[in-house]
């Protein structure tokens, strides 16, 4: 299996300095926009990836696009949602291959010549005495210099080696006055309806847990603790006959799926009740049910963990989620129905070529969140809280995959599931984007931004991602032009001016409503409506 997360380069070459104006680190899709809003306003970008990959989960599975409303929705983003349109013969396609994303995303790379710098892998960050960032070092020795540098990681690891505050896992209610963050027991979604004995030996506690189940007590509703939603790897899944058969990993383990085995037989099969039609008749295949490719409780380790450790939490991912279709597809304990269904499905043979068919990014949900001035919470998910400074919008719900699999009253149960509605979308403030000026001065973060648990899971999507990523890089352009690179004193009248006029959505209004374009032309012929400058830092 040609899949891996990290593997020690070899130092073939000497150090080396690159010089740009801004240096993102990250190539996912919130990266590959923010470089490209940045080489339009005619800044010379240095994208630093550290996989030999692009895109993200863009690219690599998340096809079917957790949109929300998608007339909050604007800029960038939504240019590629058009070329895909495009592509597909429409005006607008949201459902897409991952392939046909690939390429639109490689194409703007070559059209507005960012430099892309593949597998350089962040090991450490020079910085001055005036907190700011002076050079991002890789493995290879290499070193990156730029006036000011965005973070467009999943994990936030140029923000966390720079010296920011940041913060992993989930916080008590009573932190930011919240109902759904911390411990969440009782969902009735992603959950068991059918008893599963959890011990080896039915009835016998003595004879050892299952796997998967862990021995973390139950918990208290809205308890704070250091757990991360689960991850998993969202697969291009197709019926048709040159379909790529589930693969069997080497060491696969039957014993690992006895939790399955049991909960099939008592009736219950929905490991395909997500997988959503996407063209080319392909699918795209997610998480569903108590049971399915989330491997719960198996993520904690990454936010903090090395390089190596990585591996190792991406190695188990990838052997647990071939080894389930395996077991699904081959294990003569199930009903035949199963065993056939799943025989229908295999792996799309045009995706993911350059690995084995397999998508080489795990979707890491959630790792580190910086802590700012201002932390992006429940209440201005629920639209409680007037936002002066907004870069930028979400709306889907709050979505936090499972936690923990747990013995509860005798019983296994899945912990941590959230789905709870947004009213209407909502504003992002820039404060959430940008550390504390103690802290650094010249960093600025589009995907762990300044977010409470339960805010984080709503706006912790890709197209949410891709939105920040352009304000982003139209804040660091600001900051360069204006602010001595400091990206604390841009004027947000300025931003403002700047976003909208690239038809970036900030405020419901705004959202494809004529009111949005009035707004803008009294903006650019006035007034500005706020100065950051004015904001408690």
């Not at 992002?428 to 001065?441: F, G, M």
């Not at 991602?465 to 001595?484: E, H, N, P, T």
């Not at 700047?498 to 032309?521: T, V």
Request: aromatic share 10%; with cysteine.
């Amino acid at each position: 299996m040609r899949c891996k997360y990290y593997y020690p380069l070899k130092k073939d070459h000497e150090s080396r300095t690159y010089t740009s104006d801004i240096c993102i680190y990250g190539a996912t899709a919130s990266g590959i926009v923010a470089a490209v809003e940045a080489a339009r306003s005619g800044k010379k970008v240095n994208l630093v990836e550290f996989s030999r990959f692009i895109g993200g989960m863009t690219t690599s599975g998340l096809s079917a696009t957790d949109i929300g409303d998608k007339d909050a929705i604007g800029g960038i983003t939504l240019e590629f949602h058009k070329e895909l349109g495009n592509i597909y013969g429409t005006e607008e396609h949201w459902f897409f291959e991952p392939h046909v994303a690939l390429s639109i995303l490689r194409d703007w790379l070559e059209r507005y010549k960012v430099n892309l710098y593949r597998e350089q892998r962040l090991m450490s960050v020079e910085m001055s005495p005036e907190r700011r960032i002076t050079g991002l070092i890789t493995e290879s020795g290499d070193i990156f210099r730029a006036s000011v540098y965005i973070d467009a990681t999943y994990e936030g690891d140029l923000m966390a080696a720079a010296g920011v505050a940041y913060t992993s896992g989930r916080e008590s209610n009573e932190v930011y006055g919240e109902a759904f963050s911390g411990v969440h027991l009782g969902s009735p979604h992603h959950n068991f309806t059918r008893f599963v004995d959890p011990y080896r030996i039915p009835g016998d506690i003595y004879s050892g847990l299952l796997p998967g189940i862990c021995t973390y007590p139950p918990g208290i509703n809205g308890e704070g603790d250091d757990l991360i939603q689960a991850y998993n790897f969202r697969l291009c899944l197709t019926k048709k006959d040159n379909r790529v058969p589930f693969p069997k990993p080497a060491n696969y383990d039957k014993f690992r799926y006895a939790l399955a085995e049991r909960y099939i037989n008592m009736g219950i099969f929905d490991i395909f009740d997500l997988t959503v039609p996407l063209p080319g008749g392909k699918a795209d295949h997610n998480n569903w049910g108590a049971v399915n490719t989330d491997n719960i409780g198996k993520s904690q380790g990454w936010p903090e963990g090395s390089y190596e450790e990585r591996q190792e939490i991406y190695q188990d991912h990838l052997d647990y989620q071939q080894g389930l279709f395996w077991f699904l597809l081959n294990d003569e304990r199930l009903p035949k129905r199963v065993r056939a269904m799943t025989a229908k499905w295999g792996l799309a043979p045009d995706e993911f070529t350059d690995t084995d068919n397999w998508p080489p990014q795990l979707y890491v949900r959630e790792a580190r969140r910086m802590i700012s001035d201002y932390v992006l919470t429940e209440s201005d998910v629920l639209g409680k809280n007037q936002i002066e400074d907004s870069v930028g919008m979400g709306s889907f719900k709050m979505d936090s995959h499972n936690c923990k699999r747990i013995i509860k009253n005798g019983r296994t149960i899945n912990e941590g599931n959230i789905e709870v509605a947004v009213p209407a979308p909502y504003s992002i403030p820039y404060r959430t984007l940008r550390p504390k000026r103690t802290e650094c001065v010249n960093l600025i973060v589009s995907v762990c931004i300044s977010a409470s648990h339960v805010a984080f899971c709503s706006m912790r999507m890709e197209s949410t991602f891709m939105v920040l990523g352009q304000s982003a890089a139209a804040a660091a352009v600001l900051a360069i032009d204006k602010a001595d690179a400091v990206v604390q004193d841009i004027s947000y009248s300025d931003l403002y001016n700047k976003l909208i006029s690239n038809n970036q959505y900030l405020r419901e209004a705004e959202a494809g409503a004529e009111e949005y374009e009035r707004e803008g032309k009294r903006v650019r012929a006035g007034e500005p409506p706020i100065d950051i400058r004015r904001i408690s830092r």
